[in-house]
């Protein structure tokens, strides 16, 4: 089908006869990868279009998830014969000579394409509409965490692949000529089996029942957005604002186009008939200069490395195990042929080997977050593991999600080892974010409804479950999560598990802290919210700080600095409102970078260490606490106290001691708190 793409690689360090190749470029942008043998201006162009269509869907769905989860590398190549090179199989047999590629790896997406073709005309055909149509795609279900009907992911896939960039303005929406046609000649999919085509259909397996599916998508999709002079664009935003908010998509589209689709599908009919179309025009970002791009030569090994992952994702392991050993041989130490070794024994079903080729990886200093994720898994019985073990495996994950913080998957495994080693609280920040990443996987709402019971909170884990069972899209997914609602149905329910101790606990190292009858409380708040503020701060009660917490947003929005701080700690604590490390690193950072708070700054330097909520960076957030510190800022103190005190290694509680006493010594009333929950020593 042509909406699945591939790339292979090219030989490594043999010269072709009439010519040395072309050299391979990496060029980076804030948010692509190109791997190039265009030269550098051509690359750079390219990276720049992918940038502009990136942002095109930020004006277009502003709600969307546009990045996260797996990395993009983009192959730009300088030619057909180029191209072929990387995916022969694509010239074999039928001879279908295309211009673009995808494939999704275990660990990344992959795109290739030509980079010689001529700048779209102005009848609007796009000859990279493949690869935008997966990146669409791919934006689109990672944004919505509801299962979203074949006819509108495809049909939006469509309309908005064919997005052409321009030297001042983007065309989203231009006419696909193809699919206009076929719409024309063939009779229409009934509205009913139109609707309702799902997973395993042959509209969606079979080649040529599938360009006609996907070309009445288009049409329907593109009335819906354009037709009638946009009457019923405001009607697809309510939809997908529904999808967002986690709405079945069958009482979405009911409440958002009405019960009956007939009108529409009537309305499409006569709008394939006209000859005129319209299309949206967005102002390229100005902002966005080719020429500031990151851009460095490659090795023959680097560029040997890059294309043998390809070939991996292609399920070529011949030619990609030759790449690899030419590598191997050229620099024995390197950790990439070892990588691409695990990852083909992984697809060949040899665990054993795979196993060793992902350690000897690790041991050679390997940079790839999934040869991280992989050797935990191997290293893990399926059916568990002792505390040494789960400890050993957990240090792996972290190690995964230092290199990858957005890899679902580790922070998924990694919350169900936390909760395995009684560190439930980690483990539902953990899912939590694994879920926000990628919402329309079942596992990791699963992975979450796991870490929610083991947390005492069997209410959240069931509706965790039943979500699951709603975005799941195979019988084995649906299977997974009816088993854990059957299990939560019959088993006792779990008792709230008691907040951990400051000393311990790398989940609520901090209260929320705010200073009594503050003066700025005073001034921008009334009386009685002054009150409700101040009852939160006495007593944390989450009757009294749910209360609070919209008071303190609001004074947060206006940058008082202790307010974003307050916030922060709600979150942080899970006081009156639901516990989300994120939100309290949002709130954190408005509180330090927005309104020069130092505690605020303090707090986010905790979650940093810890990488819950944030991006992990230790280095840097302890750094900032030692220096914060330095400077008398108690909730820096404390926070590097609480951090020297719950170490498994490198534990220091005489140094935790001293730095809580000198806080204690000065009235800070949390530091003597945490200081009486420490140990001896």
Known sequence: MRKIGVALGLGLFAAAASAAPAPWLEIKSPHFTVITNSGEKQGRRTTWQFEQIRQALLVIWPWAHIDGGRPIEVF???????LMSLAPQYWEGKRFRPTSFWVTGVDRQYIALRTDLAEPDD????????????????????????????????????????????????HVGRLMSDNLQRVRENALIPLDEFLGVERGSRYLTREVDAWQFDAQAWAFVHFLIFGDRGAHASRVNRFNQLLTQGTAAETAMKEAFGPDMTPYFSGMRDYVKRQLFQYR??????????????????????????????????????????????????????????????LLLDRERKSAEALLAYGKAVDLGSKRAQAHYRLAQLTRPPGGADKATNEKVAGMLERAIDLEPDFANALSFLADVK???????????????????????????????????????????????????????????????????????????????????????????VEPVLPAGSPTLTRTAGSADAATV?????????????????????????????ACRAVGSLHDGGFGVPMDKMAAGAAYDAGCRGAGDLPSCARHAVLQVQGLGVQRDSAAGLATLQRLCGDKVDDACIGWALILAGRTEGRNVPKARSLLQASCDGRNEEACRALKSLPAR
């Open 281 to 342: 025009r967005i102002p390229v970002a100005l902002g966005l200069k080719p020429e500031g791009f990151l851009t460095r030569a490659l090795s023959g090994t680097e560029s040997g490395l890059l294309r043998s992952s390809f070939l991996v994702a292609m399920n070529r392991p011949v030619e990609a195990r030759g790449l690899a050993a030419e590598v191997s041989k050229a620099e024995p130490l390197n950790s990439g042929p070892f990588e691409i070794e695990g």
């Open 534 to 562: 101040e009852s939160c701060v006495t007593h944390r009660d989450d009757a009294s700080c749910a209360k609070a917490a919209p008071i303190l947003q609001a004074m947060c929005d206006q940058k008082e600095g202790y």
């Open 419 to 509: 909760g395995d080693l009684g560190q439930s609280e980690d483990a539902v920040v953990l899912a939590q974010k694994a879920v926000k990443i990628q919402p329309d996987s079942y596992y990791h709402r699963l992975a979450l409804a796991r870490a929610l019971w083991n947390n005492g909170r069997a209410d959240e884990a069931i509706t965790s479950a039943q979500s699951a069972l709603s975005v799941a899209d195979t019988e084995e997914g649906r299977g997974y999560a009816q088993r854990f609602l059957d299990f939560a149905a019959r088993a006792p329910r779990p008792a709230p598990r008691p907040a951990a101790s400051p000393a311990t606990s790398t989940g609520r190292p």
């Open 76 to 82: 730009a190549v300088r030619d057909e014969s180029t």
């Open 123 to 170: 009848a609007g055909e796009n000859p990279y509409q493949t690869a935008y149509w997966n990146y669409v795609s791919l934006v689109f279900h990672r944004s919505l965490p509801v299962g979203v009907p074949a006819w509108y992911s495809r049909g939006v896939a469509e309309v908005l692949s064919n997005t052409i960039v321009r030297e001042k303005e983007l």
